[in-house]
C-alpha cells in the first residue's frame, strides 16, 4: 500500500495476556518509529529502528515492551503480561531517514494505529 | 511537567474566526514540526520550520518559529469545520521527536 498500515486496528486483551502489534512501513523507509497515545495525552515515544543499526529503545516504559524489525521492513511491537495502564493508541511512523540526517523532508509518516484496551 | 507545552489546551471558535495555537519549548529547538489529528486516525503533517524566525504557509496555516523565545505558534484564518482535530507540535530531539500534550480544536457552524 502507499501509507503505513498498522495491524490489528483494535485489539481487547484481558490483563495478563501477551500482545503483538503490527506495522508495514512504507517501502523503500529506512527508519520505523513507535509511539504510544494514551487517552487525551500526547505521543509518547517507544522505540525507534534505523536500517541495520542497533535500535534506541530508551523509550520503551519497562521490560514487558520489546520491539523487533526484520531488516527494513515489518516491524512487531510485542507487549507480555498485559496491564490495564498499557490500553492506548499505539501509532507507527516510517520515514526516508532518521531525523536530523538531512534525508528527505524529515517528515514521519504515521499509520493509523492499533487501539489497545486491557480490560 | 512536559518537555513541550501546549497552550490553549483546548478551544472553540466560531466557523470565520482565526485563531492561534502555541507550543514553548524547555529546550532549544533545532527542529519543529506540527500535525493535525482527527479521532481515529493517524497524524497529518502540516509543516516543518528549522530556522529562527522562519514562516511557512499552507492554505489558511501559518506556523512561524522563534528560536530565541523557544517558541512556535500555528495561526490558522476564517477558520472552518475542517479545521477541526488535535493539533500537536514535536521538536526534534536527537532523531526523534518529542510531542507536547495537543491542543484541540473545535469550530462551530
Same mark, same amino acid.
Given at each position: 500500500?502507499?501509507?503505513?498500515s498498522q495491524s490489528p486496528s483494535n485489539k481487547v486483551t484481558e490483563k495478563g495476556k501477551d500482545v503483538e502489534l503490527r506495522c508495514d512501513p512504507i517501502s523503500g523507509h529506512t527508519a520505523l518509529?513507535?509511539?504510544?497515545?494514551?487517552?487525551?495525552?500526547? @505521543?509518547?515515544?517507544? $522505540?525507534?529502528?534505523?536500517?541495520n543499526s542497533a535500535p534506541d529503545k530508551s523509550g520503551l516504559p519497562s521490560d514487558r515492551f520489546s520491539a523487533e524489525r526484520t531488516g527494513e521492513s515489518?516491524?512487531? @511491537?510485542? $507487549?507480555?503480561?498485559t496491564q490495564q495502564e498499557d490500553s492506548a493508541v499505539y501509532l507507527c511512523a516510517s520515514s526516508l531517514g532518521l531525523?536530523?540526517?538531512?534525508?528527505?523532508?524529515?517528515? @514521519?509518516?504515521?499509520g493509523e494505529g492499533s487501539r489497545l484496551t486491557v480490560l | 511537567s512536559q518537555e513541550l507545552e501546549q497552550s490553549p489546551q483546548s478551544?472553540?471558535?466560531?466557523?470565520?474566526?482565526?485563531?492561534?495555537?502555541?507550543?514553548?519549548?524547555? *529546550?532549544?529547538?533545532?527542529?519543529?514540526?506540527?500535525?493535525?489529528?482527527k479521532y481515529g486516525e493517524g497524524l497529518i503533517f502540516l509543516m516543518m520550520l528549522q530556522k529562527g524566525g522562519e514562516e511557512k504557509?499552507?492554505?489558511?496555516?501559518?506556523? *512561524?518559529?522563534?528560536?530565541?523565545?523557544?517558541?512556535?505558534?500555528?495561526?490558522?484564518?476564517?477558520s472552518q469545520p475542517s479545521h477541526a482535530?488535535?493539533?500537536?507540535?514535536?521538536?526534534?530531539?536527537?532523531?526523534k521527536l518529542v510531542f507536547g500534550a495537543g491542543t484541540i480544536?473545535?469550530?462551530?457552524?
Open positions: 500500500g502507499a501509507g503505513v518509529y513507535w509511539y504510544r497515545q494514551r487517552l487525551g495525552q500526547g @505521543l509518547e515515544f517507544l $522505540i525507534y529502528f534505523q536500517g515489518v516491524s512487531t @511491537l510485542t $507487549i507480555q503480561r531525523l536530523g540526517q538531512g534525508v528527505g523532508t524529515g517528515e @514521519l509518516f504515521f | 478551544l472553540i471558535v466560531q466557523e470565520g474566526k482565526n485563531l492561534t495555537i502555541n507550543c514553548t519549548s524547555s *529546550k532549544t529547538l533545532y527542529g519543529l514540526y506540527w500535525y493535525k489529528q504557509s499552507h492554505e489558511k496555516i501559518t506556523a *512561524k518559529l522563534d528560536e530565541k523565545k523557544q517558541q512556535s505558534s500555528l495561526h490558522i484564518t476564517a482535530g488535535i493539533y500537536l507540535c514535536g521538536a526534534d530531539r536527537g532523531n480544536l473545535r469550530v462551530k457552524s
